[in-house]
C-alpha cells in the first residue's frame, strides 16, 4: 500500500471540486501549488547536548497578504502534512471571507519531552529563523497556535518579534492567538470549537437537511461524540452540552469512554487532569482502544483531533448520521466516498473548524487598530438602551425587573461583539456552501460544494488582480 499523502488528500479533493468551476486550468494549477516552502534545521542547547531541530514554514498562497496559519509541535510534523495544513488555510480563509492566505507552519518535536525553558529556547529560534527570511510579520505572514502550541508559544513569538523590530508599531500584529495580556483577542482561546458548534447548530436547523436523514431539526437531545479533548474538543463539547445535546463518547490517545445517559464534559476533563487518563470515568464505561469511540452510534461524530483518522478500513463501521470535522483532514478521500454512498452527511473541516483564524483576522485587526472592542460604543449603547427602555416604560405604565434592566442596557463588551462576528460568520458559510450545493444537484458532497465556493473567491481575487485574464 502507498504511503498516505496528507497533500494529496487535499488535491484529490481540489481536483474533485474544480471540474464544477469555469477557471482556465493554469489558474487552477496556481491556486492549487504550495507557493512558498522554507525548510530549516537550526541547533538547539538542550542540557548537555546541541540537538538539531528540524521545522517549516510553508505558504501555500500569495492571493491577499498577510498569509496566516498555525504552528504546530509533534513529532508527526512532516512537509507533506504542512504543505496540507496551509494550502487548506487558503480554503478555509477563502470561506468565511477572511482577508488573508493560507500558511502552516510546524516543529517536529514532541513538546511533552522539554521543559518550558527549552520550548522557549526552541520558539524563540525558530521565530528568528522565520524573521531572517522574511516569513513573518503583520502584512506578511502571521502565525498562530494549532496542534501542541497555544497561547504560551505565542507570547514568546510576538516577544522574539517586537524585540527585533524595535519600533514597528504595528508588531503585535505578527501573530494571533496570544495571551489576552500581549495583544490577544477575548474569546479566542474558545473560538474553533464554538465555531464547530455555531456550524452544526446551522447545519442541524436545516429542515431539508435534517429531514431526509430522518432527524429531528435542532441541537438539544442530539447524541454527540467527540475525538480529542484538547482545545477545539473540548470547547466543542462543551457548547454542544450547553446547548442541551448529550455528549455519550469521549476518546483521547489512552482510550475512550462512553455513557448514553451523557458525560459532563467538565468532570471528565479534571478526572483525566487528576488521574492522568480519560479512563475509568465514574459513571461512564472504558473502551479498550480510542478509535472504538468514533464508531459508536450517535447523530453527530465530531473527529477533533489529527487527520487521517477515518479512512476506508473503518468508515464503513462508523454508524454517525451527521460527521462535523474539527480537526484538519480527519477523514481521508476513501472515507469521503464512502459516507456519500451511505447517505451520512459529512461537514468539512476548512469551513467548519474555521472560528480560530476568523477571530485570529479579529485579533489582528485590534492589533493594527491599536484599541480593544466595544470601548468606543459601550456606554453610548448603554445610554441609548436605558434612555429607550425608560420611554417605554413611561408610555406602558409597565416596568421590567432589575435583572431584565440589566439584560436590556448592557452594551457590547469585547468578547461579546467577536462571539457575534463568529456567529454571523459561521452562519453565513454554512449557508453559502450549502446554496452552492443545492444549485448544482451534480455536486457529489458538502466537501466538494466548499471548495467549489472556496477556488471561485481565490479564482476571482486572481483575476481581479489582472494575473490572469
Ligand atoms: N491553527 C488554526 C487553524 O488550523 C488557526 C489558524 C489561525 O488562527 O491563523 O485553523
Known sequence: MSEYSFFGAVEKSFDKAARFTKWDPGILEQIKQCNAVYRMHFPVKIGENIEVIKAYRVQHSHHKLPCKGG????????????MALAALMTYKCAIVNVPFAGAKGGITIDPKKYTPYDLEKITRRYTSELIKKNFIGPGIDVPAP?????????????????????????????????????????????????????????????????????????????????????NVGYHSAKFFQDAGAKVIGLAEFEGAITNPNGLDIDAVFNHRKQTGSILNFPGATNLALSSDALELECDILIPAALENVINGQNAPRVKAKIIGEAANGPLTPEADEIFTRRGILVVPDMYLNAGGVTVSYFEWLKNLSHVRYGRMEKRFTENQNRQMLDQLEEFSGKKVTQKERDEIVHGPEEVDLVRSGLEETMIAATREIMDAWKMNPEIPDMRTAAYVVAINKVGLSYAELGIFP
Open 146 to 230: 494549532d496542534y501542541g502550541t497555544g497561547e504560551r508559544e505565542m507570547a514568546w513569538i510576538v516577544d522574539t518579534y517586537i524585540s527585533m523590530r524595535p519600533g514597528d508599531i504595528d508588531a503585535l500584529g505578527c501573530v494571533t492567538g496570544k495571551p489576552v495580556t500581549q495583544g490577544g483577542v477575548r474569546g479566542r482561546r474558545e473560538a474553533t470549537g464554538l465555531g464547530v458548534f455555531y456550524g452544526l447548530r446551522e447545519v442541524c436547523n436545516m429542515t431539508d437537511v435534517m429531514h431526509q436523514r430522518g432527524m429531528t431539526t435542532g441541537v438539544e437531545g442530539k447524541t454527540i461524540v467527540v475525538q480529542g479533548l484538547g
Open 71 to 82: 504552528i504546530r509541535f509533534a513529532m508527526s510534523v512532516n512537509l507533506d502534512e504542512v
